[in-house]
């Protein structure tokens, strides 16, 4: 065979294998990508509120509204509910939130792959009627944050030294932190909605809120031990 057609089959075999593999590596390169963009714009729902009851107070001229509060931990699962009543109804939570750099949740870190906070109390602002409950006590870690069974001496440090990581940069730095601060989203609570608070992975807490499905309207849940066994009519 003529030298030179063994060459042009040669190159053209090296440009094919180029062209593979170049493709190959910028489907995995898109695919890795949009992986870590997935986790930056990714939020989890960590605590749900709603309104359980209105009922006018002839004492102080007010309606008071009572809410109940139910936070679910790193699992996703749901913890004992908490309720709260109030004088008003334009509610604050009050947390701690600690951002972590990007590149851990780009990574997906186990315990830094997104914002860690503790629900410190929550409150109505209201002049000298202000009304606050703690939810968490100070120094406590926050009872839905716990990674693992065992106690981490990272989540411990983590919650002990908050305020030195939030007027400390180098130290916060040191151990992955981006900021340190109090945040407190409320909203005006109101019945037949549904309020979600969320952790965004690369920042802060937020409120969502969404109506109720019709089917609920009106209707008194019974709790799990008023269920009737099944296959037995109500």
Same mark, same amino acid.
Do not use: C
């Given at each position: 065979?003529d030298i030179?057609?063994?060459? /042009?089959i040669?190159?053209?075999v090296? &440009? *094919?294998?180029w062209?593979?593999v170049? &493709?190959?590596r910028?489907i995995?390169?898109n /695919?890795?990508l949009k992986?870590? @963009?997935?986790?930056?714009?990714?939020d989890?729902? @960590?605590?749900?509120?709603?309104v359980t009851?209105?009922?006018?107070?002839?004492?102080?001229?007010?309606?008071k509204?009572t809410?109940? %509060?139910l936070?679910y931990?790193? /699992?996703?699962?749901?913890m004992?509910?908490?309720?709260?009543? %109030?004088?008003?109804?334009i509610i604050? %939570?009050q947390a701690? #939130?600690?951002r972590? !750099?990007d590149?851990?949740?780009?990574r997906g870190?186990?315990?830094?792959?997104?914002?860690?906070?503790?629900?410190?109390?929550?409150?109505?602002?209201?002049?000298?009627?202000? +009304?606050?409950y !703690?939810?968490?006590?100070p120094?406590d870690i926050?009872?839905?944050?716990?990674?693992? #069974?065992?106690k981490d001496?990272?989540?411990?440090?983590l919650w002990k030294?908050?305020w030195?990581?939030?007027? !400390?940069p180098? *130290?916060a +730095?040191?151990?992955?932190?981006?900021?340190a601060?109090?945040? &407190?989203?409320?909203t *005006?609570?109101?019945p037949?909605m549904?309020?979600? @608070?969320?952790?965004e992975?690369d920042?802060?807490?937020?409120?969502?809120a969404q109506?109720l499905?019709?089917?609920l309207k009106?209707e +008194?849940?019974p /709790?799990?031990?008023d269920?009737?066994?099944?296959g037995k009519k109500?």
């Amino acid at each position: 065979m003529d030298i030179k057609k063994i060459l /042009a089959i040669l190159l053209a075999v090296l &440009a *094919m294998s180029w062209l593979y593999v170049s &493709a190959n590596r910028y489907i995995r390169e898109n /695919a890795l990508l949009k992986q870590v @963009i997935k986790r930056l714009e990714a939020d989890s729902r @960590i605590a749900e509120v709603l309104v359980t009851g209105v009922n006018f107070d002839e004492i102080s001229g007010k309606n008071k509204t009572t809410i109940k %509060f139910l936070e679910y931990d790193t /699992a996703g699962k749901p913890m004992e509910p908490e309720y709260f009543t %109030f004088t008003g109804n334009i509610i604050q %939570f009050q947390a701690y #939130v600690i951002r972590f !750099d990007d590149l851990h949740v780009r990574r997906g870190d186990r315990l830094k792959g997104r914002s860690a906070y503790l629900f410190s109390k929550v409150f109505m602002l209201d002049g000298k009627d202000t +009304r606050e409950y !703690d939810i968490t006590a100070p120094g406590d870690i926050p009872k839905g944050y716990r990674v693992g #069974v065992k106690k981490d001496p990272f989540e411990e440090r983590l919650w002990k030294n908050f305020w030195k990581y939030a007027q !400390d940069p180098k *130290m916060a +730095r040191d151990v992955g932190i981006k900021n340190a601060q109090i945040e &407190a989203p409320g909203t *005006m609570f109101i019945p037949g909605m549904l309020y979600t @608070i969320k952790i965004e992975h690369d920042g802060g807490l937020r409120i969502d809120a969404q109506r109720l499905p019709q089917i609920l309207k009106g209707e +008194r849940i019974p /709790a799990d031990k008023d269920l009737p066994i099944s296959g037995k009519k109500i």
